[in-house]
């Protein structure tokens, strides 16, 4: 090796004179450049030969062992770095991420890694050689791919989805008279012109089920099953869009994108009190049909949204709680720690759910497929970082992490006059709960020394045997005086509890920071490797919104709400008109409908996307505007079974010649058993779940989980007012794949799972619902239909659909076992011993776990 | 259709004809999406990627962090030092109370604490140089499970049964017995974005002793069995309509989840019926017995859930949190487990076994050897012991070190991630290419790092 270099010496200092090796370089004297280069040679090259360029060389990367895109093996890979950025700034040794790594300045970056440091005497060499200029004369081997990056700023922009939609024209199609909207006139072109034919209208009362439960949530009645006609549609939809169980349905649609939940989950699953507001303040936007660009403007910037009258200036605050509705790491001890995790939670859910971009990718490197830099993703976590977080207290009485409790937005009538006592008694609690915990802990730590005192009493003698009985006794008398102390703060605490002042209503949100900042980039994402400060601002691959930058003295939230509703934004409408159809129509145009990246499906119908996106943007962001043309269009009303063309060569349905089936999800199928019953409360619960738990003494569910009993988790409410508890959820929404309120979720999952059959066949609840259903059935329906009437009726309830004759057959000989039905299953020794009611109750319950109900056909 | 080209399947005929048959599917977590049902037949990558060693895994869960010098890493130097301060200034240093024996063939160091372990000695394979990243309880155990400790990922669990499926169709492909609820447990079994059906079926409750070891839901007290077969026939026979009038994979699905929750009723109970073992099996796992009771059933059910097929068990102890009262914790925690863990080693290896099941024994760290008092210890993440036997491991063998003292890992380190690549590989899984698909991203279990431990591969 050694014989080597000397040779490589010669041969790279003839060549020095030639080459131009950067501008510190040559500014240096010739003497000075043979020197330098002679250090590299001797003292440089040599290690990144043996210890780097294992991983991280042309070589590397031909044996597929190349590690975090980096090449140490040229100049230009060292300059121009791997993932993680630069490696040499040349003159800026403190600079260079290379000697950073080489000195373990963090263990994720440690290099070489999984080994001691190097010999101090190498890192002084490094810092030595980039500090005179970074001489290094080898070139990159050519033909050698460059290392994988996202897209440049300029591919990122042409990329379809980053174009501002264009209103294209609406096409001609063959048959014009199946067309009733411009929806279907694109889907029949594709169709045409994939030589499909659309499927025949389904059953008019399939199409109310759908529209009733696609609109509303619930099922229709059975008396609206019996009466309904196809001419009637329209005023249908226009009676369901107008009743508030739209806003839950849709409401609670967005609530799977903003991760709603009322505890924190995580390793210390802290009740969110308060979320409770938020929740109801997204279900009112969409009972009143608020313009969804003034619903995310509300939500990102709402406290910077002046109003004048107290009502609206509430709902605004509570707006922002989605900003604060994330899952929190409360053990983290580091705040910087903290502080970017949490932030990184917000872009994942402002990415994702707004904009349908993986945004949070680039935390620790350059996007690897997308047109995000690192320092982008900084720009937006600046704006975030100047922004104070609202959420409240975390688990109270930790020292090391008491730093992550905030207060919260005061709201009410009574907001102002009460919101300084509210929050001095808050502060003063938990000052108060903190002193208490830590002498606990202090007590405690003197108790654990009793075994050791008394172990020592038994085996000493004479002397010692004094000494350890003096010490023993002193350790009780310590005890005692820490027992006295704890008892008087325990005391001091519940007296303050029972004394707290009169409360404003507090709601989780958002709101400026007194000092704005810009962020720094945050090298692999870590804390303690800092790179250079971004100023607060956008996605630049976004660029057509003209938006301006922040400016000084404001955190920059109501720029990024702009930006994010501008209608040159690209993203924002297509992803939620994507979103919304992929509610109506089972699958989105775009079928990530997270991710409108290069990652993500190209649109299946990009006009038609952007048909939809355009106009929806001209109705006024109006959702009940898309909803209602979309339900109204004939492809909405297709039957799911095709045409055997189209299954045989579209079996996938990318081209909508037929309606996709659906699985009817958790709050679907707990609405429609309650209503069957005659149970459900259309109402808003009056107070949220956890008031039966004290909002300033009980924050952690830790501590009383033991009540979150299945029976506290039953409710005869609508599924959407179950408490959303992370980690707990109640037992129907879990089974049945509820969005998991961890982060933001685009699409549910459907599993069929057996453990949703035995719920559905032997749960206590499903069993009582049943026997309620089949109870009221017994006074409902038609009744000079007789027993057949009732299973009509039964039909129409659950179902949604008229039983066909040889069903009716079937079920009257199940129920009526004596009476020898021609059903094979009547009279069977199974039924024997069991009463006709109980059978009744038994086939209301089959209908509740039968494939009818759990799909929507 | 020609249905000897595979490609033109349509799924209906695939689940009619596929070998695994229904089952398979419904557990495998092959039924989820319905995007990826209607036309191709998705089964997640060719699977598993090489020859396995073993095709399933029993997990050991000690919840609390066992101390490491006080079962599998003696520490002479630190009992010679006893009482003196260690590397934390104000902290003695204080050593095992307990002396470890050279047990079996390989003179494996195992403490006195457990003779029944230590004459399994020949089969543990232990690693010493364990560290992880996090000293919280709820963080350490959530990366012990999932990888990570910062957000909601897949327990390791999850990714076995969406690796390999599972082996019988009539019984989940993962099984959590006694599992941790409280400080986010939920989250140690989950499949987060894995299709449902990799998560866990849960058996009692680790945080509420005494709750029974039942699944959820498995029978109707008020209906027999015969009634519930008359009413899933009524019901089966409205849905074969439904499925006539309803073209969709789906209904196939629905209709056969019932047919297989309805042989659950029957097999769950039999598999968790621990009187259809004899005597001598019962006292060999001391499921017989105080004070080994309730975690020798636990063992047991284990291997007769093992046997039934299922991929992935695990079972948790939960007592090993031994800031004080170490003297008395350490001696019950070791009877309550030693008789049990040996007993199934023991079994797997008479059944013929062992070889193909690959049981895990450890904490989410370890303790620290230094203490304001001498009865109690602190977390330690730093360098700790876990040990593995069976499927595919060298036993009698150590892998890596601590310090003298046991601060840390000095030598042989294995990271969490590196535990999880290494036991995926034992499953015949390649952690870099068990990938899943979401929101965009290519996720891993163990995220973007992970080595295989080669040393430690019999």
Redesign the interface.
Known sequence: MILNLNCALRFAVLFAVHTAFGTAFLRASEADNAERLRFFESRIRPVLVERCEGCHSADAQQKGKLKAGFFADSRKGLLEGGDSGPAVVAGKPAESLLLRAMQHESKDIAMPPKEEKLPKSVLDDFARWIADGAVDPREAVAGIAAKKRGLSLEQGRAFWSMRPPLRPAVPAVGDAGWALSAVDRFLLAAMEREGLKPAGEAPAEAVLRRVYLDVTGLAPAAEAVASFRMEDLEAEVDRLLKSDAFGERWGRHWLDVARYAESNGKDRNVIFHHAWRYRDYVFDAFASDMPFDVFLREQVAGDLLASAQPERRDALRVATGFLALGSKAYEETKPEVFRMDVIDEQIEVLGRGVLGLSVACARCHDHKFEAIPTADYYALAGVLRSTALLYGYGPRGIKATAFHHTELHAVGAEADGREAQGLAYLRRLDEEMLAMHTSRSDRYRVQRRVPDAKRKLETAAGDEKTQAECELEALNREIDEWHAKVGALEKSVTQLQDSAPPMPGWAMGAREREQPEDCRIHIRGETALLGDKVPRGFLRVLDAPRVSAPGPGRSGRLELAEWLTHRDNPLTARVYVNRVWSHLFGRGLVTTPDDFGVTGAAPSHPELLDHLAVEFMDHGWSTKWLVRSLVLSRAYRMDSVGTAGSRERDPDNRWVARMRPRAADAEVIHDSMLAAAGLLDRSRPKEPFFAAFHAYRDEELFSFKPFVTKAKLLSNHRAVYLPVIRGVLPEVLELFEFASPDRPVAERNSSILPTQALYLMNNPRVTELAVATARRSAGAGDRSGGSAGRVTWLFRTVLGRTPRAHEVERVLGFVDAQTGGSGQGGGSDATVGQGVEERWADFCQMLFASVEHRLIR | MDTSQPLNF?RRQWLRTAPAGFGYL??A?L?????AL??TVPVPQPLPHFAPRAKRVIFLCMRGGPSQMETFDPKPELIKRQGQTGKRGHLKLFGSRWGFRKCGNSGLDVVELLPEIGKQADKLCVLRGMHTDNE?H??AL?QMHTGS????RPSFGAWTVYGLGTENGNLPGFISINPL???????YYSS??L???CSA?TLGNA??PGAPLV??????A???R??????????Q???R???D????A??D???E??E???R??DQVPEVMDLTRESKATLALYGADRSPTESFGKQCLMARRFAEAGVRFIEITHVEWDL???L?GGMARNCAQIDRPVAGLLQDLEQRGMLEETLVVWGGEFGRTPDD?????RGHNNLGYSMWLAGGGVRGGFVHGATDNLGYEAVEG?VHIHDLHATLLHLLGLDHERLTYRY???DYRLTDVKGNVVREVLA
């Open positions: 349509s419904a557990w977590g039924a989820s999406r319905e995007g209607a036309a919280n709820a963080q959530e400790f910062q957000f909601v609820t409280a400080l986010g447990g939920s989250r987060a974005f299709p449902a059906s079926v945080n509420q699944v959820g839901d498995l029978s109707n008020n209906r027999s015969a009634a519930q077969r008359a009413r899933i026939d009524l019901m026979e409205l849905n309509g439904a499925a009038s309803l073209e969709d789906r209904v699905g629905l209709i989840s019932y297989l929750a309805f659950m009723q800031h004080g009262g003297a304001p008092t001498t009865d109690g380190k929101g965009g991203r």
